[in-house]
């Protein structure tokens, strides 16, 4: 179990390939789902999922799955999770009108003496994305900050606008 722990921690740090935005004095003071809102409006039945890369295709059966149940995410994208150890998250957000999958290449979790977290929030109506998890590791002291990383759907990227870190535990 150790060794998966140590394993999604380092990932995470690998795989944080959404793109870095400066946040405004705004952003960071209203980080709520009520301040980044979706465009609304999507009628029909979802589009079936498009698989291509080989991570859609290994997870097939939960994007599927998921992706059937229609839009759960800023107006018109499916937001399909899994677990990947403990504690640790992978997600594509689908797009419910054109099947369409989008990779963020975001894996969502941490471990640390302060705890262990893997979490996701969004909403239907708003274009923010709430991931709890680490930020980065830093080399000179192996330590991971973990947190809450505040991220903004664009439709076609996910742009990293703020991390919120853990309170500090005493040593």
Known sequence: MGSAIIACVLLLAAATTAQSVKPTARETGALTF???????????KAAKPILVTPLEHKYRTEIREQARKGPDFAGHFTLAKWGCGSPCLQFVIINATSGAIYDPGIVVGCANKNGLAARIDFRFESRLIAATGSSETTASSNEVDCGTNYYQWDGKRLIFVHFNPWLKSSP
Request: charged share 20%; glycine share 18%; hydrophobic share 25%.
């Open 34 to 44: 009520q301040n980044y809102p979706a465009e609304l409006g999507f009628r029909g």
